[in-house]
């Protein structure tokens, strides 16, 4: 009896693992030669891990079932839309030390988790920390989207590699400000976040040696890939739709 149990314990844990890693996924190597998997579920949904450690950005039940993912070490939130904010799915990913990390109206929803506004830091390990910088709406007429100020996007940076997650922006002028970005993640569903066009000239601000569009719904990202092609900048398409 015992053993039959443990036989059927251990197939709902492969097929939990099988469930959950059913996703497109890069790896990437540290300045220290460590892997980062970045994980593409779906939207703006990403699973990143490092060294054991499980990074949930903006998990919402409509894109996955996060009962089949391991337990996240780090949630991270952009801002407070039910596609970004859903507390189902934080539920199913939180273990007794996770970290939940959102801007300050996703905060006062939930009522748990640490606030972070945009132009503060937080060092969450030796090897990993965390910069949460403005994302916003700047077209007249789509202010009310993502106002300013309310929002965040993040850099999250693990072990010298430097991701940005840009949340629901337009191409704000912040972005010419951002360095060193290895990895980018930018949305292009108009009219709520950016345009094509819109997303080539934020890519072209800061100039991330890889670009991942993202969030983009039935918007066609393929142009971006073309229009980037004398940048140096290495355009990814992956199911993020």
């Known amino acids: 009896m015992k053993s039959t149990i443990l036989f059927l314990t251990m197939m709902l844990f492969f097929t939990h693992l099988l469930m959950a890693g059913d996703y497109e996924k890069d790896t990437f190597r540290t300045d220290n030669g460590k892997e980062v998997t970045i994980t593409f579920i779906k939207h703006g949904s990403l699973l990143i891990t490092f060294e054991g450690r499980q990074i949930q950005v903006d998990p919402v039940t409509m894109f996955a079932d996060y009962s089949t993912f391991p337990k996240a070490d780090l949630i991270l939130v952009t801002h407070e839309h039910g596609d970004h904010l859903d507390a189902k799915a934080i539920d199913a990913l939180t273990k007794e030390n996770t970290r939940l990390i959102l801007n300050p109206s996703s905060r006062e929803i939930l009522s748990k988790g640490e606030e972070i506004r945009n132009g503060e830091r937080l060092q969450l390990t030796d090897a990993i920390s965390l910069d949460a910088v403005p994302a916003y709406n700047t077209t007249p007429g789509r202010e009310q989207y993502h106002p300013r100020h309310r929002d965040n996007g993040y850099i999250l940076t ?64 393929k142009p971006i890939k073309e229009k980037l092609k004398e940048s140096g900048i290495d355009v990814r398409i992956r199911k993020m739709e």
């Open 158 to 221: 693990i072990d010298g590699l430097r991701i940005y997650i840009a949340g629901d922006t337009e191409d704000i002028p912040e972005m010419s400000e951002l360095k060193e970005i290895d990895i980018a993640f930018l949305p292009v569903n108009q009219p709520y976040t950016m345009t094509v066009e819109q997303a080539v000239h934020a890519a072209k601000m800061f100039s991330p040696k890889v670009l991942y569009p993202y969030h983009f719904g039935e918007t066609d990202v």
